[in-house]
């Protein structure tokens, strides 16, 4: 791992269950296709029918200040899978995220 920097796949070297976050994402973004009503941000932070089971919820236990693994708990490797994670989900459309 270069000082400073981490990759998403030295993150899922180190915890390969960052891969079932980003499979959670991606699901979203399938099932989404075609739907009047998109919000990225209920299904990452939880909101509406998502309450409670968001997707950076189970983030923070596996990267960041709370992970387990000595090499995970950084800012850095927060950031890079919270990235990479987010930008797997679709598009806002529809809802009050839009315009901000």
């Known amino acids: 791992m270069a000082q400073n920097k981490i990759t998403w796949n030295e993150l899922v ?12 994402a991606l699901a979203y973004k399938k099932a989404s296709r075609g739907k009047k009503y998109v919000c990225a941000n209920d299904r ?18 596996l990267v960041g200040w709370y992970a387990q693994k000595p090499e995970l708990k950084t800012m850095r490797a927060y950031d890079t899978a919270y990235q990479h994670i987010y930008h797997l989900l679709p598009d806002c459309l529809n809802c009050a995220c839009i315009g901000r």
């Not at 070297?13 to 959670?24: I, M, N, S, V």
């Not at 990452?44 to 236990?61: A, H, N």
């Open 13 to 24: 070297e180190f915890e390969p269950r960052l891969l079932d976050l980003a499979k959670e």
């Open 44 to 61: 990452w932070y939880g909101y509406g029918k998502w309450r409670d089971r968001g997707i950076k919820m189970d983030l923070i236990y």
